[in-house]
């Protein structure tokens, strides 16, 4: 029985760890082939050694703009096509209002927005060079509401992502080209623990996690993450294009937080 993704090419940026790693995994067991974006090569291979035959290596900082363009290239180039993108990478470094300036909001933005936009842009050329569809599942935040005091600016590239993927969806529906944002939640990723442990939380702070922030008990894993990834990168999902989905594990809009009821 032919796997989900059998023939099917999809490069992760940011799959060097966290979400962009166990999306890369659980691509690979579904008959995908895989390219691996890193922020720098070394990492990227570490990764494909990691996760096996299937995967190849791609670095670059998406803070330039030439990298988006270029990954997509050397995917076409390593796999003979491109049939999936998934925009996963990004940084969430912590900014009030008072610290917010241009480099700040340049940095964010031309990696978490301009990035996602770029890389789309040189999948769909690719997409229509082949003369096949092609789908494109972007990370997104739920912070992209709102978002915390000291998330200002991170909060703002992320919401501009639901605009590009309802925008893109639109006017590219007929070519059978779909996209999806999904906001993610609070995940349980390495870069996570650091910036928390960073902040002064003891070394369990996962295990004391208070219900109205994961009801579960616990924060979502990059692998329950990954499963809604590929759902959306697979044929599965069509003909639907240009949803927001929130994957948390509570209600985003019009929850009431029953803890302090």
Request: proline letters at 4%.
């Amino acid at each position: 029985m032919a796997k989900r993704f059998s023939g099917h090419v999809i490069l992760v940026t940011g799959g060097s760890s966290g979400i962009g790693f166990a999306t890369c995994r659980k691509l690979l067991a579904e008959g995908a082939k895989v390219m691996v974006h890193g922020l720098t090569l070394a990492e990227a291979r570490d990764a494909v050694r990691r996760l096996g035959r299937g995967a190849k290596a791609v670095g670059g900082d998406l803070g330039n703009p030439k990298t988006c363009a270029r990954i997509v290239t050397a995917t076409v180039k390593a796999f003979g096509r491109i049939d999936g993108l998934a925009n996963n990478a990004g940084i969430y470094p912590r900014h009030s209002i008072e610290q917010a300036d241009e480099e700040v909001f340049d940095r964010l933005f031309h990696i978490n927005t301009r990035a996602p936009l770029l890389c789309a842009k040189a999948a769909i050329e690719a997409f229509r060079a082949q003369k096949s569809p092609g789908s494109i599942v972007t990370i997104g935040s739920i912070n992209g509401w709102m978002g915390l005091s000291e998330l200002v600016v991170y909060s703002m590239s992320k919401g501009a992502l639901m605009t590009m993927t309802r925008n893109l969806a639109n006017s590219l529906a007929s070519e059978h080209i779909r996209l999806t944002c999904l906001n993610v939640g609070w995940t349980a990723t390495e870069n996570e623990n650091r910036t928390q442990l960073a902040e002064g939380r003891p070394l369990d702070w996962m295990s004391k996690l208070p219900k109205s922030s994961a009801p579960t008990g616990k924060l979502l894993d990059p692998s329950e993450i990954a499963a809604h990834v590929c759902f959306w990168l697979s044929p599965e999902s069509a003909p639907v294009t240009g949803q927001v989905y929130e994957a948390e594990q509570f209600p985003i809009i019009g929850r009431l937080n029953t803890q302090e009821m």
